[in-house]
């Protein structure tokens, strides 16, 4: 009890309020950290505004880490820099989504195929600011979109399940039809 008495209790009040006020920031400083973000390692080794189809996931051929290996997928890093980004991509059977995120992780829309029926998502990406950027050409590569989004930059995800190699052409080939284009005003 003789060294109670020679504690300094204010001392201690403030060395626990010091230790969690540094806590605290370095958790929000962490948080605020995208030096390796998906969107940043994808951003630098893909195309933009381009939809990429990967390799099938396996030990040691991973993209991202912590994807499925019981999927597949075709990513775009997207930017809306000075045109509009359309996005089309179809969803046949359950186990497909179609996800576009921005580049801190947050999700900026999301879908998911239905068991009942093939979804067809047509998406428009459009600028986050107010800038016009003309009216959509009326050509053979203008595309409807059934819903628009402003984001300035990010990344879509199509993922598709593996169901096995009897169906793995038929996936593939689905995949290969999604697309991300940049329509420049």
């Given at each position: 009890?003789?060294?109670?008495?020679?504690?300094?209790?204010?001392?201690?009040?403030?060395?626990?309020?010091?230790?969690?006020?540094?806590?605290?920031?370095?958790?929000?400083?962490?948080?605020?950290?995208?030096?390796?973000?998906?969107?940043?390692?994808?951003?630098?080794?893909?195309?933009?505004?381009?939809?990429?189809?990967?390799?099938?996931?396996?030990?040691?051929?991973?993209?991202?880490?912590?994807?499925?290996?019981?999927?597949?997928?075709?990513?775009?890093?997207?930017?809306?820099?000075?045109?509009?980004?359309?996005?089309?991509?179809?969803?046949?059977?359950?186990?497909?989504?179609?996800?576009?995120?921005?580049?801190?992780?947050?999700?900026?829309?999301?879908?998911?195929?239905?068991?009942?029926?093939?979804?067809?998502?047509?998406?428009?990406?459009?600028?986050?600011?107010?800038?016009?950027?003309?009216?959509?050409?009326q050509g053979a590569q203008s595309v409807t979109a059934d819903q628009t989004i402003a984001a300035p930059k990010g990344l879509i995800v199509v993922r598709a399940p593996d169901r096995g190699e009897?169906?793995?052409?038929?996936?593939?080939?689905?995949?290969?039809?999604?697309?991300?284009?940049?329509?420049?005003?």
């Open positions: 009890m003789k060294i109670l008495r020679f504690i300094d209790w204010r001392l201690l009040v403030i060395f626990a309020l010091v230790a969690g006020i540094v806590h605290i920031t370095a958790t929000f400083m962490a948080l605020n950290d995208q030096r390796s973000s998906s969107y940043t390692r994808l951003a630098g080794s893909l195309p933009h505004n381009l939809m990429t189809l990967t390799d099938a996931v396996s030990p040691g051929h991973e993209i991202l880490p912590f994807l499925a290996p019981d999927a597949r997928y075709a990513f775009c890093p997207f930017e809306t820099t000075d045109a509009t980004v359309r996005v089309h991509a179809l969803l046949p059977d359950i186990g497909w989504t179609l996800g576009v995120y921005a580049p801190d992780g947050s999700n900026l829309y999301f879908a998911a195929a239905s068991s009942q029926r093939e979804s067809t998502i047509n998406l428009s990406i459009v600028p986050a600011d107010d800038r016009f950027l003309g009216l959509p050409s009897p169906y793995r052409a038929e996936t593939q080939a689905v995949l290969e039809k999604a697309s991300c284009v940049s329509n420049r005003a």
